[in-house]
């Protein structure tokens, strides 16, 4: 049996006790940790790597939007809150279910034959568990799958995220995200990142550094030193 792992959030003990008792009755739900805050969660959340989040999200010093802000990967989400009135917001950020609390039974029954289903969708995708951000723009709050990103440029102290037709802000460096990134992204200079899936053309200069060319027309210039290395890669 595949266990999914599972880590619950929430500043009232009652709250997490009640979720445990639901949680129990699966057998594939294996509480790995659980958090009443923010500060803990994200140690715990790095040290646990759980497949499956139930999120409260209004707690002291953060809220479960802020945390999930902060994370290097994003578990499935259920937020699990007693206010309906986050209902769009969560779903706006494509959490996969929201539990208004007291959580009746079956209720609960529908979310864990939600949270199954997606688990063996991302099963069958090569890191698809890992695969995805959750990305705080503003007001704006998406869940992005890592492989419809195209293109990253650094501004300040922070790094514009584009995909499909968005593109926010988050308080990553490049060097950073270079490190957390599948293989199939490329930094192109000091402050470029692309995702090679994207490329369109490829074109030498006079000087034999290379200029490439985007499917949505963005036009990047490689350094050359990531000239050199972006043709050892790719044996041209």
Known sequence: MNYIKTMIIDDERLAREDLKNLTSRWEQIQIVAEAENAFTAKKLIKLKQPDLLFLDIQMPEKTGFELLEGLDYSPIVIFVTAFDRYAIKAFDVSALDYLVKPVHPKRFENCIQKVITQINYQQQEKNGAQEQFFIKDGNNCYFIKVSEIFY????????????????????????????????????????????????????????????????????????????VAFKELNKL
């Open 152 to 227: 990253i440029k650094s501004i300040g102290n922070y790094a514009q995220i584009y995909f499909k037709d968005k593109t926010p802000l988050i308080k990553r460096s490049l060097n950073h995200l270079e490190e957390i990134l599948p293989d199939y992204f490329f930094r192109c200079n000091r402050s470029e990142i692309i995702n090679f899936n994207f490329i369109k053309q490829i074109k030498p200069t006079v000087k034999g550094i290379l200029k490439i060319t985007l499917t949505n027309h963005q036009i990047v210039d490689l350094s050359e030193r990531k000239s």
